[in-house]
């Protein structure tokens, strides 16, 4: 073998090695997935989604449990559903997603998605990614792919959890629609399903805003304080009556939308409203988020 | 990667002369206003051990930042490995290891994965050697009986080494270590001196930041000092220790007979304290020449020898302070 062919070989070699698979880069979002959901903070949140159907179940059946009598009555309080989960158990699903929309799942993404950032430069770890080098577009979209699986995660345990304590507290079958058809038990879960998909993109824009804020601070808590608070005045505003010019803005606006899905036939306007809102959300907040992460001087 | 035909734009093939990194009127005005580095020309050849030396708030931090691409330059330019930061930083970090202000770790993570984290977030970095190449640095730093710890169960110094570890994840051209024997003990030091040594042998450029001169004496083979933003002095530190020479030290009971004989031998600037007797060499005689002229006259030698001048000296003679000034 001459020299030059060695020369050559070796060279191949080298950049054999030296030349990175695509594949490669999604290394940090396996890790950034498998390092959030083996946290105990995450676990715990996790804990709390599905402890709530446990309870509404529990709940629901001693209270039917009293009253012994058939049909239960006492509908029109509590959350969208709850006087049917003793004719079928799967409404505990929808009812547990009723319950959880407004606040706790929300309140979870707000945890996961202000501290994805804020709590990487609190701890000083934001550096060393950087440094490795991960990049900061791609860190960020790693943070924000994590955020939005922890969004789907978390609306499946609820909706699993609930159908888990549904089948065992309650009998399960054909199901009653909102416009009063019938609909096969099958169907049913197709549709909590869905359900349970439209919950969890919701929760998008939420997630967008998070991370948003997650890029202003070095504080994590700060961050995840100032989205659940967002969240909160959100809420209220919402309730607001002289507020209803701007409320379709907010992003929280047509979160129940979902019962729509329970309609024959389904009534789509509403969802695909919020959809398009949560796509809104997502797009101004995560190149808010992008702007703000990609020139900000990294000095913790 | 020496047959790298030279047309690659490989970081780190740079053309003869240029340093590892260069910069040129680095500037850095934070909002508040105050000029956290002010003009800095920063030359550092290629295999060099460069010590970066300086108090508390002269910069050297702030400099290090802009380096690594962490904070962008109010103005002037920096190079590293040949490339302009922070514009090419994904193309240059990976041929770089840091430890920047001490190490920082997820405590909820053990050792072992939190080197593998930071080894996934270099694209670069092959996942098929990953474990091999953690397991590798941990035993480098001497951590590898602690691999599966929580890190957050770690003390200072093995947290130190832990980053440390994440800085030797892959073969490096460069080594940038802020403080990296902070809370080690002085076999830890000596452990991550002769480290640095070997790694330097190996034809790594290492960047150390520290505010202990001998250490910067013990492993570096050039310096630069800053002081409030500014660069005061760089170069190699013989040269920068030789602005300030060393004296000679007679140990004897006979201080005034020595004082005289040294004298006539041509030494300068004798001052004697109690049995000390210091001069300034004489500039062209031999010391063994000296030593034996004091025998021959009958002083009694209890100690011969030239105390070297300290990079701490030097410093004090530039900066015409103490070294450990607050800026």
């Known amino acids: ?300 | 990667m020496s047959e790298t035909p030279a047309t690659e734009p490989e970081p780190g093939q740079q053309s003869a002369g240029d340093g590892v990194i260069v910069t040129r009127a680095l500037t850095k005005r934070y909002r508040g206003g105050q000029l956290a580095v002010d003009g800095l020309d920063l030359a550092v050849p290629a295999g060099s051990v460069f010590g970066f030396l300086g108090p508390n708030g002269s910069g050297k931090t702030t400099t290090i930042r802009m380096l690594m691409g962490l904070i962008e330059p109010t103005s002037g330019s920096a190079r590293v490995l040949g490339r302009p930061m922070p514009r090419s930083a994904r193309a240059v970090l990976p041929h770089v290891g840091a430890l920047i202000e001490g190490p920082a770790l997820y405590g909820f993570l053990s050792g072992r994965d939190n080197l593998l984290r930071y080894d996934a977030a270099d694209p670069t970095a092959d996942p098929r050697t990953r474990r091999t190449r953690v397991a590798a640095a941990l035993d480098r730093v001497g951590l590898a009986a602690a691999a599966g710890k929580k890190a957050k169960a770690y003390s200072l110094g093995m947290k130190q080494r832990l980053g440390l570890a994440a800085a030797l994840l892959q073969p490096r051209r460069l080594l940038v270590l802020d403080e990296p024997t902070n809370g080690l003990d002085p076999q830890g030091m000596r452990e991550i001196r002769s480290l640095i040594r070997e790694l330097a042998s190996d034809g790594t450029t290492v960047f150390l930041s520290s505010h202990l001169l001998d250490e910067i004496e013990q492993v570096c083979t050039h310096a630069a000092v800053m002081a409030q933003g500014r660069l005061i002095t760089q170069g190699p530190v013989a040269d920068l220790a030789a602005g300030t020479r060393g004296r000679l030290v007679v140990t004897t009971p006979d201080p005034a007979d020595t004082a005289r004989i040294l004298k006539e031998q041509g030494a300068a600037d004798v001052v004697i304290a109690e049995d000390r007797v210091s001069a300034e060499p004489p500039q062209d005689r031999d010391l063994a020449e000296v030593n034996a002229a004091l025998v021959t006259a009958g002083v009694r030698v209890r100690g011969f020898g030239v105390e070297r001048a300290s990079l701490e000296d030097a410093f004090v003679a530039l900066t015409g302070e103490g070294f450990d000034v607050a800026g």
């Open chain 1, 1 to 300: 073998m001459s020299q030059a062919e060695a020369v050559r070989t070796s060279t191949a070699q080298a950049q054999a090695v030296r030349t990175p698979s695509v594949l490669w880069t999604f290394g940090l979002l396996r890790n950034e997935m498998w390092t959030t959901f083996r946290r105990w903070r995450t676990l715990a949140l996790l804990g709390v989604l599905a402890a709530v159907p446990i309870l509404v179940g529990i709940a629901v059946k001693i209270e039917t449990g009293d009253r012994s009598g058939p049909g239960g009555g006492g509908g029109g309080a509590g959350p969208a559903f709850i006087s049917q989960i003793t004719n079928n158990g799967l409404f505990l699903v929808f009812t547990a997603l009723a319950a959880t929309l407004p606040f706790f799942l929300p309140m979870a993404i707000g945890v996961i998605a202000g501290d994805s950032i804020a709590g990487e430069a609190n701890a000083g770890t934001l550096r060393y990614l950087l440094v490795a080098p991960a990049g900061r577009t791609r860190l960020l979209l790693t943070k924000y792919a994590t955020v939005l699986a922890f969004c789907l995660l978390a609306t499946l345990v609820v909706a699993v959890s609930a159908l888990t304590v549904g089948a065992l507290l309650f009998p399960l079958g054909d199901l009653t629609t909102i416009s009063g058809t019938q609909i096969s038990f099958a169907e049913g879960l197709g549709r909590a399903l869905l359900i349970a998909l439209a919950v969890a993109a919701s929760l998008v824009g939420m997630a967008a805003l998070g991370l948003f804020v997650s890029t202003l601070t070095s504080s994590g808590i700060a961050a995840m304080a100032t989205t659940v608070g967002l969240l909160i005045t959100i809420q209220i505003l919402d309730q607001i009556p002289q507020l209803h010019a701007i409320q379709p803005y907010f992003f929280s606006h047509y979160w129940l939308s979902f019962a729509d899905l329970m309609r024959e036939p389904i009534y789509w306007d509403d969802l695909v409203k919020n959809l398009g809102l949560q796509a809104l959300y997502a797009a101004v907040f995560g190149s808010a988020a992008w702007a703000r992460f990609t020139t900000k001087d990294i000095a913790s």
